[in-house]
């Protein structure tokens, strides 16, 4: 007779008291001489915890003001690279290093790098403009970074003479390419979240709750963009909603954790998430939330500050990185 098989719990499937470990992270904190820095899009438990919280440009921003020697980073894996890259001397530890991103993982360096070497021979003279969820190396390849907070002003200062090679996102690109005048070259990437929301939904819950407005990131596709009465990143959305006194009721398509900061910074409103939609059967569904932001936990930042890993470690590519990203996002 063979014997039943007992599996034992793995360490994320013992339950924890989050407030238990909340307590632990605090502490954990002051003994390793760490700061924790948080992207908007993960869970509302990391953002309260967190010493910095933000969107890409504000938290690479923030974390070369870190004064502690190591930076714990609540977000997906090009960001934790960025803050690496810009903070050398800073240990960088990440909950999850599988935390990716699709929109980055659209857009590999070696691919990248043909398709310039295949326009060059086209005798194309142009300059590549990288959305910030790229990997560093796809940032050395590029000229300029932008984040959705800062196109604009980055767009501005490319030559008018050279042609623009946008990526990897091709809505945003599509957006930038509209409101700047440029034309530009696209490459075909986007986000699993921003791709999916279901423009039926949205259209009915507008009907539904009269004199709602409709915020979106412009990482969604045109034909959202087309219905929103605002379109901006997610550091943009909160500081709009903070700026309109009268309680009013906010459609936001962008990830679902940043409803959080936005009750936060504006709790006279309403927020109600736009929802996503599954391209196989067509029904609505919980894409709307990033599976990649939320690979980080309570318990992982926690393992992470007690041991001291994983760390975001420097690669030979970093320093070609270093240069388009100071360029672009600390020098004016
Ligand atoms: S929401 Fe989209 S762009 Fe942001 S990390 Fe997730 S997959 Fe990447």
Redesign the pocket.
Known sequence: MSLPIVMSPTPTDVYEDPLDVMDEIDRLKIEKDATILA?F?VDGDLQDIADFTGDSLKLARDATKVTTGTIVFC??HFMGESAKILSPQKKVLMPDLLA?????ESCPADKLAAYQQELRAQGRDFQTVAYI?TSAAVKALCDWIVTSGNAREIIDRVPADKEILFVP?QHLGRYLSAVTGRPMILWPGS????EVFSIQDMLRAKKNYPGSKIMAHP?CPANILEHADIIGGTEKMRKHVAAVAEPTTFLVA??ANMIHPLQKAAPQHTFIPVAGIMSSSGETCACNR????ARNTLQKVRDCLRDGKPEIVWQPYFAQAEAVLRRSLLEG
Do not use: K
Not at 100 to 104: D, F, K, M, N, T
Not at 290 to 293: G, Q, T
């Open positions: 992207h899009y977000g997906v990716g991103c699709s929109l980055a969820n996102d986000c699993m979240v921003h990482e962008t990830e990033c599976p990649h932001m």
